[in-house]
């Protein structure tokens, strides 16, 4: 029988079939879905914040808080299962803009800044990115499915749909 695992806030996790992972209120956060078609190992990260170096002392804080820390930690331990780096590719959901801020302050534009950092990070680890479904003014929560690929997307008041 199939678990579906569900990964906190600035938590990560991974799984293989027929096991699934799941993550709750994805406002401007991000959910970064990782997969090695192969092995068909998965793995998913909720990344609050775009990059550790910013902010004084995160070094020692929480790897999966941050996007820059969180997909790296992710990647390394999908290889610790067998995944292999050269085969994974992502998915990407969150994002969204949900404060009305006056002018683009930082609070604003965090959402947009992480999908960015996530975006930047994945190009320098040389992972594709299959699908997004970021931005907008909503929350999303996620369902991965490894063995599939698929990623459920599920918001309040519109229809659920997989990229």
């Known amino acids: 029988m199939s678990e579906i695992i569900k990964v906190g806030m600035a938590d990560l ?17 991000v959910g970064v879905a990782l997969r ?12 609050m914040l775009p990059d550790s170096k910013s902010i004084h002392g995160s070094q020692s804080m929480n790897p999966a808080k941050f996007a820059d820390t969180g997909i790296a930690e992710l990647v390394r ?4 299962k067998g995944a292999k780096r050269s085969r994974m590719t992502a998915k990407l959901a969150g994002g969204a803009t949900m404060f009305a801020v006056s002018g683009r302050s930082e609070v604003g534009l965090v959402g947009q800044r992480n999908t960015q950092a996530c975006r930047q990070c994945l190009a320098e ?8 479904d970021t931005g907008a003014n909503y929350g999303r929560t ?3 499915y490894p063995e599939t690929g698929e990623y459920q997307i599920r918001a309040v008041g519109r229809d659920s749909y997989i990229i």
Do not use: Y
Not at 36 to 47: A, C, E, F, W
Not at 77 to 80: D, F, G, I, P, V
Not at 126 to 131: T, V
């Open 13 to 29: 996790n991974i799984c293989q079939p027929p096991d699934g992972l799941t993550t709750l209120g994805l406002g401007s956060c």
């Open 36 to 47: 090695d078609p192969v092995t068909r190992i998965g793995g998913l990260v909720h990344v």
């Open 77 to 80: 331990r999908m290889e610790q």
């Open 125 to 132: 680890l040389g992972i594709s990115i299959l699908a997004e």
């Open 142 to 144: 996620v369902i991965f």
